[in-house]
């Protein structure tokens, strides 16, 4: 289990020279003057204890596309999602009754509104489902997920989650932009290949790196071109289609296939692009790599000053009955291997059953109960051994 409090954020090609090296993007934040919590410099309040701020630096003009980030915060049990988020209407302040301005807070008394992009949860079909969850500790959401199915259980899902990285501008927006792009992607291409597994494989393989391009284009659109620390994001799809699971990764938010127990061996599909892989790959431990200096600094990621978001992919055949899971750090910060994942699916569902969406819910929970040091997103694909 891993618990590096450390927000993500990137190392160029030209800052990674060995595997313990490399210089992260980043700014310092500043200090509320009452109760010395970050804040932002375009800050008006501050988020932990409401007091009024002058702020520093003026809000900048975001001349991107607008791009409705509010999403509806629960689905009703037996109800079908929609694939497509919500746009969720402006709301009175809960503490006042006062008017909500446009950063988020009361212009009245000052308090922080909750967003629905704190919490938010899809389930497009019964087998399939996420939850997206701002955790403890961080004062925005800036993971994203974006997920589709067919109505017949195992045919067909797509699964695709995008972790924001901290340190840059507007990731939460971005974040959110790249993973629909992505998403509706590979909704709408279906390549069949040559008709044999592996021909169908290349040929989703193909479709997961035009995925990532839409992506790159849409996390790029969100982000005004002088902006000098660009949105940037990870990104880790998944396409099911009956007993095939193709991957594509990009950054460490990572794919899993979790097995029931005594159905097989749990595995993680996919390999990180970050520092802590490169550390194991030189063989350091795995736990001492990802608890390590700069074990979340990735080395790819989507965004204008990515050097590289081609997305490494793979393909495996689905044995026995299990869990397809696609997650970001936020949960796998606290049960990396497999293993863990696996034992902590057969301790939740003991409590809250089976359904996915709320297995999700309770996987999220258990993150936050650990610590939520990170925005913490679930998504998970049930599969019946045929």
Not at 97 to 120: I, N
Not at 317 to 322: A, D, E, K, V, Y
Request: proline letters at 7%; charged letters at 25%; glycine letters at 8%.
């Amino acid at each position: 289990m891993t618990t590096q409090d450390e927000s993500e954020s990137r190392v160029t090609t030209e800052q990674q020279p060995g595997a313990d090296a490399g210089r992260p993007v980043s700014a310092e934040p500043g200090r509320c003057p009452h109760c010395g919590a970050p804040v932002e410099p375009t800050a008006r309040f501050c988020e932990a204890c409401g007091s009024p701020l002058t702020p520093t630096e003026a809000a900048a003009q975001d001349d991107a596309p607008d791009l409705p980030i509010e999403l509806t915060a629960s689905v009703p049990r037996g109800e079908p999602a929609s694939t497509e988020p919500t746009v969720v209407l402006p709301r009175p302040c809960q503490s006042c009754g006062g008017v909500v301005g446009s950063d988020g807070y009361c212009e009245t008394c000052g308090t922080k509104a909750p967003s629905e992009r704190d919490h938010y949860v899809e389930r497009p079909a019964s087998w399939v489902a996420a939850c997206c969850d701002r955790g403890v500790r961080h004062h925005r959401n800036e993971d994203a997920t974006a997920i589709a199915a067919s109505a017949e259980p195992g045919k067909r899902a797509v699964l695709v989650v995008c972790d924001g990285v901290s340190t840059a501008d507007d990731s939460d927006v971005g974040a959110l932009a790249a993973a629909r792009a992505a998403r509706d992607v590979l909704v709408s291409t279906r390549p069949a290949g040559l008709g044999v597994p592996e021909s169908r494989a290349a040929a989703i393989e193909a479709a997961l790196v035009a995925a990532a391009e839409k992506g790159n284009e849409a996390i790029v659109a969100t982000t005004r071109p002088d902006a000098a620390n660009p949105a940037s994001c990870t990104f880790t799809a998944v396409v099911v289609e009956d007993d095939l699971c193709v991957f594509g990764n990009v950054g460490d938010s990572r794919a899993y296939w979790i097995t029931d127990a005594g159905a097989g061996d749990p595995v993680q599909l996919t390999t990180d692009d970050s520092v802590a892989q490169l550390r194991i790959a030189s063989g350091v431990p795995k736990e001492e790599a990802e608890e390590g200096p700069q074990a979340h600094a990735i080395l790819k990621w989507l965004g204008r000053d990515s050097q590289d978001f081609r997305p490494s992919t793979g393909s495996v055949l689905l044995n026995g009955s299990g869990w397809v899971l696609v997650c970001s750090d936020g949960l796998w910060n606290y049960a990396s291997e497999a293993t863990e994942l696996q034992a902590l699916i057969v301790q939740l569902s003991a409590t809250v059953g089976s359904e996915p969406l709320a297995l999700a819910e309770a996987m999220v929970r258990w993150a936050c109960d650990q610590g939520g040091k990170d925005n913490v997103s679930v998504v998970l694909a049930r599969r019946e051994a045929r």
